[in-house]
């Protein structure tokens, strides 16, 4: 079955940087697009940012446009959010999650099909 899994989480202090990775197995993980979501406590699920089937086209929520960068390893399948300049407003579980509709780009959480269980990041001092 479809399986995703996060890691890379922790606690950080301000300013610091964290790479996020997702591993996927139990399908065709060049099929998918991936996209990173993150949900702080209260709050809604936020997209962050989508990578499309072959890494070539990106698109980041302005919020984390200039700091978060998306890429993938399609031979290793794996994704990463590498996130730099840390905040403490970027404290939230981080999702991925990847989605099939050809020429997507989706950054709906409601689009997307199979998601990984989260892994917890902490900006803190």
């Known amino acids: 079955q479809v399986q995703l899994v996060e890691s890379g989480g922790g606690l950080v202090q301000p300013g610091d940087s964290l790479r996020l990775s997702c591993t996927g197995s139990g399908y065709s993980f060049k099929d998918y697009d991936m996209g990173w979501f993150r949900q702080a406590p209260g709050k809604e699920r936020e997209f962050l940012a989508v990578i499309s089937r072959t890494g070539g086209r990106t698109n980041y929520e302005d919020s984390v446009k200039n700091r978060f960068t998306i890429s993938r390893d399609n031979d290793k399948r794996v994704m990463y959010l590498q996130m730099n300049s840390l905040k403490p407003e970027d404290t939230a579980v981080y999702y991925c999650?990847?989605?099939?509709?050809?020429?997507?780009?989706?950054?709906?959480?409601?689009?997307?099909?199979?998601w990984g269980q989260g892994t917890q990041v902490t900006v803190s001092s």
């Open positions: 999650a990847i989605e099939s509709t050809i020429g997507g780009l989706r950054r709906r959480p409601d689009e997307y099909d199979y």
